[in-house]
């Protein structure tokens, strides 16, 4: 008998928990649940299963996506790239990258439009959630690495879409594919949704990040007040140093999780390591990302504070992005300058060869030995340490 779990994901490394097909049932026989590693899947009651296979239509996973087929250096006649960055220092310094992000949702947002994105609650957990003011939108603002929770936001944006409204939603590029997906096969009329991307690296698992902070709570027997994952007040942009603020008032700044676990990818979901958007093209109007090297291709945009690599794939895209750029101090660069610029927009991030073996040791053992075993906090590491890990960074990033 088959199986019917698998007309939905063939294995794990096949599905990102887009909730695309829970939505899309007609039946309702579709429950997200969270794995042992604190992931979220799809399972099917069997029993309420008509076997329409909406489920497998609708999943991104299974579509043909042209560029799977043969890499090809011809991007659609769209695409055009650009270095940019927020003329306000403030929203820079606020931003994970150069504030591109506030300069196009703010354009949706002056028109009585709606923005999503992901936010980390006051319970430390990510989650996306609807902004229809600048105030609100301020909590989607800086990269949050682990994978948020999308909730009932795909239901909202239909709503929104279908009360007339403007939506900018933004997520990585496999949240968005999801949110395609379920739209157009519910019929809905997606001329004004915007969708924005990431470029991506890979979601971390929830769970452990969970973990790391109650491990941290107890080291420290004080509660933790506030968590960023990438400082930017003291270290620069393109490190990975973590801030984190005490019940007693004391900051500490440390990379445990953000320069170890993620950064070597033992924590990440097993679908990214075959992400099909690992691509300068997408399906989306607007990608966003880090312009690593940017300094070499147009110096005058370069600071340690932050600068975007922004691609844009539509016309619907270019509007928006030509609304923005009031507000932005941007040149457009040429596919050939972006296109390697760093990994992820041509590959997807290598699966590590102690990838099981870390998740093996994290069913068996106390967090505080896997934390012993996988992660270090190189900020107290002697200058030199420091050089070497960086140089490692940026080959491997
Ligand atoms: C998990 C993750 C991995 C990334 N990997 C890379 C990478 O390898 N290379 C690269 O160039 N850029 C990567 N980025 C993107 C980059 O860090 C910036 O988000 C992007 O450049 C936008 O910067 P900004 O200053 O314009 O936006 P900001 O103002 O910092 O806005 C943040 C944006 O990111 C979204 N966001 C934040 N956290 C999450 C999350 N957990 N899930 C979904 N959306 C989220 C918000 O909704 C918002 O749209 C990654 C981002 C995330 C969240
Ligand atoms: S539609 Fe989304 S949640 Fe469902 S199997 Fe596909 S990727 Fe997973
Ligand atoms: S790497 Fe790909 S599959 Fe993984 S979260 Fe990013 S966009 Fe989704």
């Not at 039946?27 to 604190?38: C, L, N, Q, S, V």
């Not at 150069?98 to 949706?108: E, H, K, P, R």
């Not at 890979?202 to 933790?224: C, E, M």
């Amino acid at each position: 008998m088959t199986n019917k779990k698998d007309r939905v994901y063939k294995d794990k490394a096949s599905c990102s928990g887009c909730s695309a097909c829970y939505l899309i049932c007609p039946t309702k026989a579709i429950t997200m649940h969270t794995d042992e590693r604190g992931f979220s899947f799809p399972e099917i009651d069997e029993k309420k299963c008509i076997s329409c296979n909406l489920c497998e239509k609708v999943c991104p996973w299974k579509k043909e996506y042209p560029w799977k087929k043969e890499y090809s250096d011809n991007a659609s006649d769209m695409l055009k790239c650009y270095a940019a960055k927020h003329m306000d220092k403030e929203i820079i310094a606020s931003s994970r990258s150069g504030g591109v992000f506030t300069a196009l949702s703010d354009v949706v947002l002056d028109s009585g439009g709606c923005v999503y994105g992901a936010a980390m609650d006051a319970d430390f957990v990510t989650r996306h959630h609807r902004a229809v003011s600048k105030s609100e939108r301020e909590t989607f603002k800086k990269s949050k690495y682990v994978q948020s929770e999308i909730g009932n936001s795909l239901e909202k944006v239909k709503v929104d879409l279908e009360d007339g409204k403007y939506v900018l939603f933004s997520g990585t590029a496999c949240q968005c594919g999801g949110l395609k997906a379920y739209l157009s096969k519910a019929g809905v009329n997606m001329d004004k949704l915007i969708l924005l991307d990431l470029v991506c690296a890979g979601v971390p698992s929830p769970k452990v990040f969970a973990d790391y902070l109650n491990w941290l709570q107890k080291k420290s027997k004080k509660k933790i007040e506030r968590f960023e994952f990438r400082d930017k007040d003291k270290y620069a942009w393109g490190e990975g140093v973590e801030k984190v603020r005490y019940s007693n008032g004391k900051v500490r700044y440390q990379d445990y999780f953000t320069g170890s676990l993620f950064f070597e990818a033992w924590v990440r979901r097993e679908c990214c390591f075959h992400c099909p958007w690992a691509r300068v093209e997408r399906e989306t109007d607007v990608t966003l990302g880090d312009f690593w090297g940017v300094d070499k291709i147009c110096r005058e945009l370069y600071d340690d504070k932050g600068c975007n690599l922004v691609l844009v794939h539509t016309p619907k895209g270019e509007a928006l992005f030509q609304s923005a750029k009031k507000d932005l101090l941007a040149k457009e660069v040429s596919r050939e300058q972006v296109a390697h610029s760093q990994k992820h927009l041509y590959q997807p991030t290598e699966k590590p060869k102690d990838y099981d073996a870390f998740w093996e040791d994290y069913g068996k053992f106390p967090f505080s030995k896997v934390m012993k075993k996988y992660a270090t906090n190189t900020v107290a590491d002697s200058f030199l340490k420091k050089a070497i890990r960086k140089g490692i960074r940026f080959i491997t990033r």
